[in-house]
């Protein structure tokens, strides 16, 4: 199984990029590549390129403001997948955001990286805000 993470440092308030982040229904507002998001319970469908990606909320924690999910399906070939995503204050005008993730087939590693990476880049820009 492969792991990594990828980190950000944010010049904006903990609060507010967590509320960003905490939005399950919310990615494609701010992460790259995705044409569309859609939400049924505890389920987001993604369009990513023309591939569908299933993924299930598996539980969001206001106060260490975190969110974990996992993808349960769809066009990326994956047997198991888990990821968290996280903001830590870093004072009243700066956060740190990681996305941590476990995947199997670890090959998919460099792919998830990148697009988790890109991700955040653009959520330190202000995508989403």
Do not use: N
């Amino acid at each position: 199984m492969g792991r990594a993470e990828v980190d950000v440092d944010i010049d904006r308030p903990a609060d507010s990029v967590w509320q960003v982040v905490r939005d399950f229904g919310g990615l494609a507002r701010w992460m790259p590549g995705i044409d569309s998001c859609t939400v049924d319970g505890d389920t987001r469908t993604l369009s990513v390129m023309g591939t569908e990606v299933v993924e299930r909320h598996l539980g969001t924690d206001d106060t260490e403001r975190s969110t974990r999910y996992s993808i349960v399906g769809g066009g990326i070939p994956v047997t198991h997948h888990e990821a968290t995503v996280s903001v830590a204050e870093r004072g009243p005008d700066a956060c740190h955001v990681s996305w941590a993730f476990e995947v199997e087939p670890e090959p998919l590693v460099p792919l998830l990286t990148q697009s988790y990476q890109a991700a955040l880049q653009a959520l330190a820009s202000g995508a989403g805000s």
